[in-house]
C-alpha cells in the first residue's frame, strides 16, 4: 500500500485528518494489508489535534509516522519515490483531479468519500467527521478486495454525516455537507463503552476544536485493553495493552476541549450527576439492557454488525426503540479465553481442517488462539466452536467501528445543536458496507418493539423516562 500526501494539501487540516486515520486503519489491519509507505513531506505542522498516539509537537510525517509505530501491527515507513512495481492499491489524500493508478481520498466538514475520478472541495475545514468517514471508505475498498470473492471496485462512494446519506458524488451545498465548524458547542455528555466504537467516538469529539463541555467516560472490561482491541480501537496502542480503558483513552485524549473524566467499572456506578445526554457504545445486550435501565433523558447508540454500521437516537415521546428492543440477552456461555483454550488444545488435523472450513489460514486461526488477536479470522473460529452460535456469526474490523462512531460523534453534537437527520420522524441511520451507495445508507424510523418491557409506555419506568426527556 502506498499513501501520497500532496505538499500543496498537507497544511490543510481535512487531509491531515483523513491522512491519520487512513494510515491508522491501515497500520491495525493486520492480516489484510502487509506494509505501508508513506510519501509525506517533511516540516509540515499539524494543524491542531491530529494524531492522539503521537507527541503533539510533532510535523505531520513524523506524527503519522509515530502513530502507526505506536499502534505496533502493520510497518508504516516512508517513500520517497512510488514505484508502481512496489505496491498493490495507491491512495492520494485530498481533493483534486483524478490522478492515474491512484484512488484519492478525501473528507471535510461532515462528507468523505473515495474516486478514481476529481473529487471537489478545499479542506480548510478543521472538522474530523468527514476525513474519518473518508477513511474508512478507502479502507473498506482494501478489505473487501482481500476477502470477498469476484467484489468489483467502485469507482466512487461518499456519505454525509450532516444527512446521513450516500451518494456517488460529494454535494458541496451546505445543506448535504454540513456547516465548516462548531465552535462554542457545548456537548456534555456519559459515555457507556471505551471500546471500538466508543474510542472513535472520543477521538473524534478529541480532534474537533472549538467543543466546549465535559465527558464522562465509563468502561467495565475488567480485563481493560489487551491486543484484541488494536485492530479496531484507534486511540489504544501497544503501551495501552493493560490499562484500564476509560482511564487509559482519558489520559491519550486529556487536551481535548471537553473536559474528560474516567470511571473504570459499570456505568451504573457513576456518579448520580452524570451528564444527562448519555451515549452508548457497548457491545453486548446485556450491557445494553444495563444502560437502558438508568433511562437516561437523553440515549443515542452506536453499534456494528459484520460490515454494517449503525446509530440510534431514542425518543421516547415518538415511541421510538430503546436500545432493549430487538437486543435479547446472550445466554451465558464460554469467554473467548476459554474457546481459545480449546482450540489450542485440538489435534492439529483438526485445526487444519477448521481453519479450511472458514476459508481463513492456519496461521491466522493460531494466531487468535495463542495471542487472541481479533478480527475476522479469530471471530469467526470462535463463533464455530461457540455451540450456541450456530456457525458462522459476526466479525468487527476496524473501519466499520470507525463509521460507527464517527456517525454516533456527529449525532451527539447534533444533539447539541438541537440539528440533524434523526428527528421527528426519523431515529436511525444505517450504513452498509456491502453497498456503500445503497439508497438504504439514509435515515429511517426503528418503532419499539412491541413485547420490550423496559420501553412499554404502560409501565411506571416508561413515565419516568418520558418525564425526564421532557426536562432536560
Known amino acids: 500500500m502506498v499513501v501520497s500526501i500532496a505538499p500543496e494539501l498537507a497544511n490543510l487540516p481535512a487531509c491531515q485528518h483523513t491522512a491519520w486515520m487512513l494510515i491508522n486503519l491501515l497500520a ?81 466538514r461532515w462528507w468523505g468519500g473515495f474516486a478514481r475520478r476529481e473529487i471537489p472541495g478545499n479542506g480548510f475545514s478543521p472538522l474530523p467527521f468527514g476525513p474519518y468517514v473518508a477513511a474508512a471508505l478507502a479502507m473498506s475498498e482494501v478489505f473487501k478486495a482481500v476477502r470477498l470473492r469476484e467484489y468489483v471496485p467502485l469507482e466512487s462512494a461518499f456519505h454525509s454525516l450532516w444527512t446521513m446519506r450516500a451518494a456517488g458524488r460529494p454535494d458541496l451545498d451546505p445543506a448535504w455537507s454540513g456547516p465548516e465548524t462548531v465552535d462554542g458547542v457545548p456537548v456534555s455528555a456519559t459515555l457507556a463503552g471505551v471500546g471500538a466504537v466508543g474510542s472513535t467516538w472520543l477521538h473524534a469529539l478529541w480532534a474537533t476544536p472549538g467543543l466546549g463541555g465535559a465527558g464522562l ?121 476459554e474457546l481459545r483454550k480449546r482450540f489450542l ?36 473460529v470462535a463463533a464455530r466452536l461457540r455451540p450456541t452460535s450456530g456457525g458462522l456469526s459476526a466479525f468487527a474490523v476496524g473501519f466499520v467501528s470507525v463509521m460507527a462512531g464517527t456517525m454516533l460523534a456527529a449525532l451527539t453534537v447534533q444533539e447539541s445543536l438541537r440539528l440533524g437527520p434523526l428527528h421527528d420522524s426519523t431515529c436511525r441511520a444505517v450504513f452498509q458496507f456491502f453497498d456503500p451507495l445503497s439508497p438504504r445508507n439514509a435515515p429511517g424510523m426503528l418503532a419499539r418493539q412491541s413485547a420490550c418491557p423496559m420501553c412499554d409506555p404502560e409501565t411506571p419506568a416508561d413515565g419516568i423516562w418520558r418525564r425526564r426527556f421532557r426536562t432536560y
Open 28 to 108: 491495525r489491519a493486520d492480516g489484510i494489508v502487509d506494509r505501508v509507505a508513506l510519501e509525506c513531506p517533511r516540516g509540515v505542522e499539524l494543524a491542531g489535534r491530529i494524531v492522539p498516539l503521537a507527541d503533539r509537537h510533532l510535523d505531520l510525517f513524523d506524527a503519522l509516522i509515530s502513530g502507526a509505530a505506536a499502534v505496533d501491527a502493520v510497518p508504516v515507513s516512508s517513500c520517497k519515490r512510488v514505484d508502481p512495481a512496489d505496491f498493490n492499491i495507491h491512495f492520494t489524500v485530498g481533493p483534486g483531479l483524478p490522478a492515474s493508478g491512484t484512488i484519492r481520498v478525501h473528507g471535510e
Open 217 to 337: 467516560l465509563a468502561d467495565n472490561d475488567k480485563y481493560g485493553v489487551d491486543t484484541t482491541n488494536l485492530n479496531r480501537c484507534p486511540i489504544f496502542g501497544r503501551s495501552s495493552v493493560g490499562s484500564a480503558k476509560a482511564s487509559e483513552a482519558a489520559r491519550i485524549c486529556a487536551d481535548a476541549d471537553i473536559v474528560l473524566t474516567p470511571h473504570d467499572g459499570p456505568i451504573g456506578t457513576t456518579a448520580s450527576d452524570r451528564p444527562g445526554l448519555m451515549v452508548s457504545a457497548v457491545d453486548t445486550n446485556r450491557s445494553r439492557r444495563a444502560v437502558q435501565g438508568l433511562y437516561p433523558p437523553r440515549l443515542l447508540s452506536g453499534s456494528t454488525h459484520d460490515l454494517r454500521a449503525e446509530v440510534l437516537r431514542c425518543d421516547p415521546e415518538l415511541s421510538t426503540a430503546c436500545i432493549h428492543c430487538y437486543n435479547p440477552v446472550e445466554p451465558d456461555g464460554e469467554s473467548d479465553d
Open 345 to 380: 488444545t485440538m489435534d492439529p488435523a483438526e485445526q487444519r481442517q477448521l481453519a479450511e472450513d472458514l476459508k481463513i489460514s492456519i496461521d491466522e486461526a493460531v494466531l487468535w488462539g495463542t495471542e487472541g488477536v481479533c478480527g475476522f479470522a479469530g471471530d469467526q
